[in-house]
């Protein structure tokens, strides 16, 4: 499952959502993580588009839009803070907006993701693990375990 981490350093969790420019984006299974890249998303550090549109209406609704576009292959996004639109605008997406504190070490966090996905993934979780895994919707209520494509067709979870 791909995760985005807003980062202004590239090792730690540093930046607000709307202002990032650029986030860490990992793959991450119940194996271990890998970061696959820095992905741009603005020209700078800073994405002044968002930043210059803010209570401009449709203008800061477009360049949220195209942020958000250009995560879109990430099932979950951390930042330091974010505005209550931003995050409903995510889960829309069906992208999990979380909060982590200011300066949180991304390989720290992405090892707890590890755990959290080996050991007791949350239902949300299970089903986008479930979805990556089967290339398509799951139904992540099985309370016996994880969401499998094996578990297709027998009263389970996808």
């Known amino acids: 499952m791909k995760v985005a981490f807003a980062t202004i350093t590239g090792n730690q969790i540093d ?17 271990g993580a890998e970061q696959l890249e ?6 700078g550090d800073l994405d002044t588009e968002v930043v210059i549109t803010r209570g401009m209406g449709a203008a800061h609704e477009d360049a949220l839009g195209t942020k958000i576009d250009k995560l ?4 979950i996004v951390y930042f330091t803070e974010i505005g209550g639109p931003s995050a409903a605008k995510l889960v829309r997406r069906g992208i999990m907006p979380l909060k ?7 390989t720290a966090e992405a090892d707890r993701l590890v755990a959290t996905m080996r050991d007791k993934p949350a239902p949300w979780m299970r089903r986008a693990l479930a979805e990556e895994k089967c290339d398509g919707p799951a139904d992540a209520t099985d309370p016996d375990g994880p969401c499998s494509c094996e578990s297709a067709g027998k009263g389970r979870c996808c």
């Open 38 to 43: 820095l992905r741009k998303v603005a020209d």
């Open 100 to 106: 982590a504190e200011p300066g949180t070490s991304i």
């Open 72 to 75: 879109a292959d990430a099932k």
């Open 15 to 31: 930046e607000h959502f709307g202002r990032a420019g650029q986030f860490a984006v990992y793959d991450i299974t119940p194996e």
